[in-house]
């Protein structure tokens, strides 16, 4: 196996054209645990470590950029996660368990694209865009159009993650992210990515996304609107909720059964709401 | 005489605390000898199936194997314990999914799963029987065809994939059902639970020039693997010398053999040392579980609370070989009465074959899932009778003195003790548990008592005095993480008036340790001590002997003294030091000073005129404990999640050698029973395969779902042959929790779970069905 540290974005992108199964490597968590379980043996590596320009969060007109480098203890530690862009820093605060988060990056981990990963969801819900770098420079991808399939993104082959750009948003908005696990450190069995913003008491802006009952993050902006200017009512959350479960698609796994999963839906997105409501 | 105390009953450090802390402790995996080869294994890919033929050739092609084995390669051999059905590695057949049917020994691990993946095997896949209905239909496929000519140690009944029957009973049940004024009736499902030691199995083997072999291996006994071994490949236990680094932890899964046989037969092979330790998943696949056992039971009241009958029907799940099956099953039938005095009872138990993983010893053997259901039942029949459930308990609980089913008596009993303990620690803690509950966050208390045993088979002790005054012990006990090594050294420094220090543990080895069958069976604390204690006892006796002699007075005038003197009462400069002693006996008169112990577990055994007892594959156990738990939890009742606020465990221990080491098996137990209470589970796919053999998949508690608060309640009803009168606790603390939890949700919301574990999903179906 052969091994790159690459230092420039140029000089990554270069490696990834020329080297033939060449798999980039961030955090490593996913990686190299797949590697040791024989799930996967990539001839080539490159470590993205000391890649400029590509770790630590910024501000800027439009709102934050994330270097992909950044870890999940940094997200989860950061204060610049305001309005609804906490969703971010809410869910980076449960993934897995400390070791992990000093370890998994947000790059690593879009890139991964586990369905029942907590990041995916916080940055549609978030409205985020995902910047990927190629031989021909960087394109800025929708994070609603980033997650194709299982494990599957819109990265192409000679492509990867250098950021992730967070839009403001709605100034009075505020974001939460809830999940139900087996144990605390796991992975969801559902999860619910939730933006909100309040004009008294009607919701006047909502952004929903779900995670792990389908094979990538399930967002539907028919679902947003119930709730866009609803007073939030238990029936309104049920009638969004509905067309959830209607689009979600389900497995049966160790975590829990695809009808459990669907029964979830609707009551994580009462308690993601009622957090809220209790945060503005 | 006055004995100082300097040990017994003080939190003294663990004795190998700083090295494990630091991690210096050395574990089969950081062993490494000269020369020393991998080993990797060949899994069967079929639940069922015949062998058919073996291709080694491209894996001895590879560079640097240097050994193949298979099935053909061993004489045909079966051991077990109870029921010889197990060949050394598969035979002729495989019997589940992951099976070894192989083994490889090369330089480097890489080579040896390179080699390994190389083996092609020809099958004949066989009908599987994944279930305990499948297999206690007549017509099923027999997973083992020759089950009658297999040696069974003690008679009992079998017929087609039921490997063995055990019952007991005493009064007359059928006669009283009648006479009950309340009964309850439920059928409960437990599930394979996983050791999940920190440490996966492993072994390391080394040819001898004699012809022997040396095996140092991850294990419960060393003289266990000793004489398994020694049996699988037909030599002299004087040829097989077994040996143990430390443990990191067993709970049942380390009590019989693992990939011992294989390691010492590829070292034979190959005439070099071969090291193999199992990968978590390997660790999963192919070591044992804990039984699924599907129980009905039956418990009948009168108004006034007296519990008059209790009749039990169980299947356990013993998968694919016996194990130590038969002897679960024996003890979970024996031990479903529980700790009251209940006339009427008839518990039945039937042992079945799957095509799954074996399952065998683990904490608790068996105890945990009946007591699921008898801890459920008395908390149903005192709500049918609108009574308080302690009240209940307490009316009915055994006494000291009272009968054990089958008529043992009870010498020592501290369970009314653990009842009063609890009800004091939990004062006020229900209506805490109400007045934080809301519409959707309900919280509620749950009790469960509990009954276990200590006393069984066979040990023996060495306490040797060095020069300086310093003694070495020597018991054959392996410290499997629970403490004893330190235990018995305070047993020994307490009865000598000595520091811990000046005791010496040796590490167990067959060829100088004196026998002890296993740690095992909550028994190291009350039967080694007891032997560590008779040895201690010995040598001070001779240390009496000489300073009488040698200080000219009588012996009952004479008194030990703390720092390790002997002196003469009342005469305060008038005193020998053990140095002193020890080197006259070694120079002059007598010879060394050593003191050595015997014993075995001889209590009385079951009382025919007063039970029926059919199939038992044990009757010489005793010394019962016993114990009170509580769990408080809060339901989600919008997702069904279930988290565990608060635990109390009160344990009648008889007497706390070491508080602290109490309060950790406590703390420990308690753990391992929320696991099984509510996350724990192996599952099996269509074909036999275990679905979820790595820690992704498969959970137990993480640190943040451990609650906060475990209060460990220390009874002390002096066991009158116990040492310090000490009984066993280490099951106990993992015993009550699953019933514990079960009477928790049902007390915070209303609903019955009965089939393990109560998962998230499950706990919200069962709120769905009730409209709650
Ligand atoms: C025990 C455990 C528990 C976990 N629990 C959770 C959880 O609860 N929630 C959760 O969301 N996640 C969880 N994870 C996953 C964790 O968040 C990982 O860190 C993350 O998925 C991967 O991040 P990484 O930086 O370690 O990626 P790596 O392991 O380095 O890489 C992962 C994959 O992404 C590719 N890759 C990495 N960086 C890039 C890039 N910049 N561009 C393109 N491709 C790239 C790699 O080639 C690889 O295929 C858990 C992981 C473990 C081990």
Redesign the interface.
């Known amino acids: 196996m052969k091994y790159f540290e690459p230092t420039s974005i140029d000089e990554a992108v270069a490696i990834l054209a020329r080297e033939d199964d060449a798999r980039c490597v961030s955090g490593g968590a996913t990686l190299v645990a797949m590697m040791n379980?024989d799930l996967l043996s990539p001839s080539t590596l490159v470590g993205l470590r000391r890649v400029s320009g590509i770790e630590g969060i910024t501000k800027n007109q439009q709102g934050l950029r994330i270097g992909a480098m950044t870890t999940h203890a940094t997200i989860a530690k950061s204060g610049l996660f305001v309005a609804g862009m906490n969703v971010i820093n809410r869910a980076a605060n449960q993934i897995a368990?400390p070791p992990i988060r000093n370890m998994g990056t947000i790059g690593g981990s879009i890139s991964h694209a586990d369905p029942a990963a907590d990041f995916p969801t916080a940055l549609i819900a978030a409205n985020a865009s995902i910047e990927v770098s190629g031989m021909d420079g960087q394109r800025l991808i929708p994070a609603d159009e980033f997650f194709l399939g299982y494990y599957e993104t819109a990265v192409a082959e000679n492509e990867f993650v250098t950021a992730i750009l967070v839009p403001k948003g709605p100034e009075n908005a505020v974001g939460e992210h809830v999940k139900?696990t087996?144990?605390?450190?796991?992975?969801a069995?559902v999860s619910v990515s939730l933006v909100l913003a309040f004009n008294e008491n009607q919701c006047s802006y909502a952004r929903i996304a779900v995670g792990a009952v389908a094979a990538t993050p399930l967002h539907l902006d028919e679902a947003d609107a119930v709730l866009t200017d609803s007073a939030l009512t238990d029936e309104d959350i049920d009638n969004a909720a509905a067309l959830l479960v209607k689009a979600s698609d389900p497995i049966d796994d160790?975590r829990?059964?695809a009808n459990?999963r669907r029964?979830?839906i609707p009551?994580?997105l009462?308690?993601a709401v009622s957090l809220l409501k209790t945060d503005a | 005489m006055s004995m100082p105390n300097t040990a017994v009953g003080h939190d003294v450090p663990r004795i190998d605390g700083r090295e494990k802390a630091t991690g210096a402790a050395a574990f089969i995996d950081d062993m490494s000898l000269p020369g020393m080869l991998y080993g990797a294994m060949v899994f069967s890919d079929y639940a069922h199936a015949r062998i058919l033929s073996y291709d080694t050739s491209e894996a001895l092609k590879l560079p640097g194997v240097k050994a193949v084995i298979t099935g053909d390669d061993f004489d045909a051999v079966l051991g077990g314990v109870f029921l010889k059905d197990e060949p050394p590695i598969a035979m002729g057949k495989v019997r589940y999914l992951g099976e070894p049917v192989a083994a490889v020994a090369a330089t480097d691990l890489k080579t040896a799963r390179l080699a390994a993946q190389l083996i092609n095997i020809e099958y004949e896949a066989l009908p599987n029987v994944l279930s305990v209905d499948e297999a206690l239909d007549p017509k099923s496929t027999l997973i083992h065809e020759d089950l009658s000519d297999y040696f069974r140690l003690k008679p009992s009944s079998f017929e087609g994939n039921i490997l063995w029957k055990a019952s007991i009973s005493e009064g007359d049940v059928d006669q009283v059902w009648s006479d009950c004024d309340v009964i309850v009736e439920g059928e409960f499902q437990t599930q394979a639970q996983h050791h999940l030691y920190m440490e996966p199995c492993g072994a390391l083997a080394k040819p001898e020039q004699n012809g022997g072999i040396t095996i140092w291996s991850s294990c419960q006994s060393v003289f266990i693997v000793q004489q398994k071994v020694a049996d699988y490949l037909q030599m002299p236990m004087a040829k097989v010398r077994s040996l143990v680094p430390h443990v990191g932890g067993g709970f049942g899964g380390k009590g019989g053999l693992h990939i011992q046989t294989l390691v010492a037969k590829l070292a034979m092979t190959c005439s070099r040392p071969v090291k193999m330790t199992l990968t978590r998943?390997e660790d999963f696949e192919i070591v044992r579980s804990r039984h699924p056992i599907r129980i009905r039971m039956k418990t009948g009241a009168k108004n006034d609370g007296t519990l008059i009958a209790r009749e039990i029907d169980m299947v356990l799940d013993g998968g694919a070989y016996a194990d130590e099956s038969p002897a679960v099953l024996n003890w979970a039938v024996f031990v479903a009465r529980g700790p009251y005095n209940i006339p009427n009872v008839r518990s039945n138990g039937q042992l079945v074959y799957t095509n799954k993983l074996r399952a065998g010893p683990y904490r608790g053997f068996g105890n945990p899932q009946v007591t699921l259901a008898g801890e459920t039942q008395i908390d149903e029949i005192a709500q049918k009778l609108d009574m308080d459930g302690f009240k209940l308990r307490q009316l009915n609980a055994v006494k000291t003195n009272d009968a054990w089913i089958g008529g043992q008596n009870i010498d020592a009993c501290g369970f009314d003790a653990c009842m009063t303990g609890m009800l004091e620690a939990t004062a006020g803690a229900e209506a805490e548990a109400a007045a934080a509950s809301t519409s959707n966050k309900r919280r509620g208390i749950g009790y469960s008592a509990l009954t276990h045993m200590c006393g069984i088979q066979s040990t023996s002790a060495e306490v040797h005095l060095r020069a300086d005054g310093s003694v070495a012990l020597v018991t054959g006990v392996v410290d499997i993480g629970q403490g004893s090594n330190t235990i018995l050294s305070q047993i020994v420094a307490d009865s000598l008036a000595i520091p811990v220090e000046r005791v010496s543990f040796a590490a167990p080895d067959t060829d100088s340790s004196p026998y002890n069958w296993k740690t095992a069976a909550s028994r190291t604390t009350y039967m080694s001590g007891r032997s560590v204690l008779g040895a201690a006892v010995n040598v001070r006796e001779q240390l009496f002997t000489h300073a009488g002699e040698m200080l000219e007075c009588a012996e009952h005038d004479l008194e030990l003294r703390e720092g390790g003197f002997v002196g003469v009462k009342g005469v305060a400069d008038a005193q020998l030091s053990f140095a002193q002693i020890a080197g006259r006996a070694m120079a002059c008169v007598g010879g060394p000073i050593a003191g050595t112990d015997t014993l075995v577990f001889d209590g009385p055994t079951l009382d025919p005129k007063r039970a029926i007892v059919d199939g038992f594959a044990f009757t010489n156990v005793g010394i019962y404990t016993f114990g009170m738990q509580a769990v408080e939890v809060e339901v989600d009742t919008?997702?069904g999640?279930v988290k565990v606020l608060r635990v109390w465990s009160a344990h009648d221990v008889g007497r706390a050698i070491n508080p602290a080491m109490v309060d950790g098996q406590v703390h420990g137990g308690v753990v391992q029973g929320l696991g099984l209470a509510l996350?724990e589970e192996m599952?099996w796919g269509e074909n036999g395969n275990l679905?979820?053999p790595?820690l992704?998949?498969?959970?137990?508690?993480?640190?943040?779902?451990v609650p906060d608060f475990i209060q460990s309640i220390i009874i002390e009803a002096a066991e009158p042959t116990g040492p310090y009168g000490a009984k066993g606790m280490a099951e106990n603390s993992l015993v009550g929790i699953p019933a514990a939890v079960s009477n928790a949700i049902a007390n915070a919301c209303g609903v019955r779970l009965r089939s393990l574990p109560f998962?998230?999903?499950r706990v919200?179906?069962a709120l769905?069905a009730a409209g709650k």
């Open positions: 379980a368990h139900v087996r144990v605390d450190g796991d992975f069995t160790v829990g059964s459990y029964a979830l009551r994580l009462k308690r | 998943t919008d997702t999640e996350t599952v679905i979820n790595t992704m998949d498969y959970k137990i508690p993480g640190i943040l779902d998962t998230s999903e919200l179906r769905d």
